[in-house]
């Protein structure tokens, strides 16, 4: 019987990380380079995943050390903006993640300058929007970070009319080394258990996160990033950034 234990997916998740450390550094490195030269610029950082993926841009945003020109896209927004009704928003039937012909509506809902860069995460990249969104966005003349799953990607096809898949986007892709479907550990049936995207994606998150602050360092600028707000000045700086930010992120 196959041993389904913590211990099982602690030691398979090291290995995985290890493996997108190895395979993905270069770049994550050449993600960062975009990012910062788009920082430098006075630019914002734009990142969209769909599903689970919208986890990404959370972790990059709105906590101690990290960036204060990060901006989360969510197709939420199209409710809350009232593009459209909470009904058709959650149609089982017209699924939104797989929706071609409404990245463009949803870019003009923000507002977004010539220098911003994105960074767009699908763990299939095959859906509609995020495709998309890149397709828009490489249009609008910005640079295109895409996060996806190469085995994922390359088993499955396309959803959108085009028959493109995200990666073909692309200026810089990152494979999170997750297995198609995202589960990562056999059990003894036809099932497998432990998704790991939202794992991966925090890591390369981080490190895309951590390479643009020693690249800014490295040029003798300062990140702008958010202070623990128990140290002296800490709130004044924070607000000079959001205040440096307000309207865009």
Known sequence: MREITMDVFFDELVKLLDKLYDKEHKNIEAAAKICTESIQQGGVIHVFGSGHSIGFGMEMQNRIG???CIHTIDTGDFVLKGKFTLEEFKDPNNIFERRPGIADQLYDLYTIHPSDAFIIISNSGINGVVIDMAITAKQRGHKVIVVTSWQHTNAEESR???????????DVVIDNCGPQGDAL????????????SSITGAFIAQTIETEICRMMQESGQEAPLFWDELLPEAKEHNDKLKAQYQGRV
Do not use: F, N
Not at 160 to 170: A, D, I, N, R, T
Not at 185 to 196: F, H, L, P, W
């Open 66 to 68: 990290s960036l204060a």
């Open 160 to 170: 959108h009319p085009s028959g493109k898949k995200l990666y073909e986007m692309g």
């Open 185 to 196: 550990i056999e059990t003894d049936g036809v099932e497998k258990i432990c998704s790991v």
